[in-house]
């Protein structure tokens, strides 16, 4: 018992202590290629192996498309809620459904809700859908519509 209490005394004064712990980090070493310039031997000095730079290929992005796949995504952000996934839906019970619609009638329908020509009942939802399309987002849905 003698020998508990200073040491339960000692871990208490130890743990309510005012001194931080000190957090050590760990660097990384930075790896750098090197190059060796002859064949290592026993006696080969460490020192003498040289650190070369490396340059890296300037990494292009791609940036082209295809056009289904564009059109998918558009079609996902603009036209699934009425349409449904496939085109398979009238939109709120007054639009065609458009899963048999051609790619020119897609164009036709789509220039047409921009310019107010085209539509009956939608024509002014629809012309809000399709005020923000440009040609190229115009041709990939149309693509992809003729799909379904």
Do not use: R
């Not at 002859?38 to 992005?61: L, R």
């Amino acid at each position: 018992m003698k020998i508990v209490f200073p040491i339960l005394c000692s871990l208490l004064l130890i743990g309510c202590g005012d001194s931080k712990p000190t957090e050590t980090t760990a660097t990384p070493e930075s790896s750098v290629p090197v190059e060796v310039n002859q064949t290592a031997t026993p006696e080969t000095n460490i020192s003498s192996v040289q650190p070369t730079a490396q340059t890296a290929a300037p990494s292009v992005p791609i940036t082209t498309q295809v056009a289904g796949t564009e059109g998918g995504t558009l079609f996902e952000q603009k036209c699934v809620s009425c349409h449904g996934a496939k085109g398979e839906k009238s939109a709120l019970n007054q639009s065609q459904i458009i899963a048999n619609f051609s790619e020119a009638q897609v164009k036709e329908a789509l220039k047409g809700y921009q310019n107010g020509t085209y539509g009956k009942n939608m024509k002014a939802l629809m012309q809000g859908q399709a005020k923000g399309l440009n040609d190229a987002q115009i041709d990939a849905l149309a693509k992809y519509i003729s799909t379904l």
